[in-house]
């Protein structure tokens, strides 16, 4: 019999959950064996705080400016070293400063890819030019939309501190996923 897609269905109590039909016991046990199982994660208020005026007014006290771009080239040099990397993700990228000094640092010639839930950042970021980024999507850590061991150097800075305690395994659980080689 056909199976009812996947919907998100907003729980009582604010949490976001996936109902799904017909989800077999023997696939989670841990689970009850009903028709609809719901499957919940946790909220991420400080998440909703960033996608609003809160977020887009540190966009404002944080332009881009060479001195800065500078201080990154040299940190990312300390950091990466020789390692010779093919791609690159960053999480939570802001307006790009991070991934315009290692556009720098690899002379363009490394593939950028960026993960920014705050739309006002998101869009100043796909607008960038000089990023030339491979890809960048508008959602969260929690999320990333790329496939397992697809990224040679995923990254954060600045974003895990602002990351409520009951998302961080999560977070944290998908830069592991998708980097190949480094974290």
């Not at 960038?128 to 040679?152: E, F, M, R, Y």
């Not at 990254?155 to 080689?181: C, D, Y």
Request: hydrophobic share 35%; glycine share 4%.
């Amino acid at each position: 019999p056909a199976k009812e897609p996947l919907q998100d269905v907003p729980a009582p109590d604010g949490r976001k959950t996936i109902v799904c039909q017909e989800l077999p016991s023997d696939i989670i046990p841990t689970l009850p064996a009903s028709p609809k199982t719901i499957l919940s994660e946790p909220p991420n208020e400080a998440l909703e705080e960033w996608k609003t005026e809160f977020g887009n007014a540190y966009i404002e006290r944080n332009e881009i400016a060479d001195w800065k771009i500078d201080n990154c080239v040299k940190t990312f040099e300390r950091i990466i070293g020789d390692r010779s990397l093919q791609s690159v993700l960053e999480v939570g990228c802001n307006i790009g400063m991070n991934l315009l000094a290692l556009n720098r640092l690899f002379n363009e010639k490394c593939n950028l890819y960026a993960v920014e839930p705050n739309k006002t950042a998101f869009d100043r970021v796909k607008a960038n030019a000089d990023l030339q980024l491979t890809d960048v999507w508008n959602c969260d850590g929690a999320k990333i939309p790329l496939g397992d061991n697809t990224i040679d150097l995923v990254f954060t800075r600045g974003v895990l501190i602002h990351v409520p305690p009951q998302n961080l395994e999560q977070v944290t659980n998908e830069i592991v996923r998708v980097s190949q080689k480094y974290v």
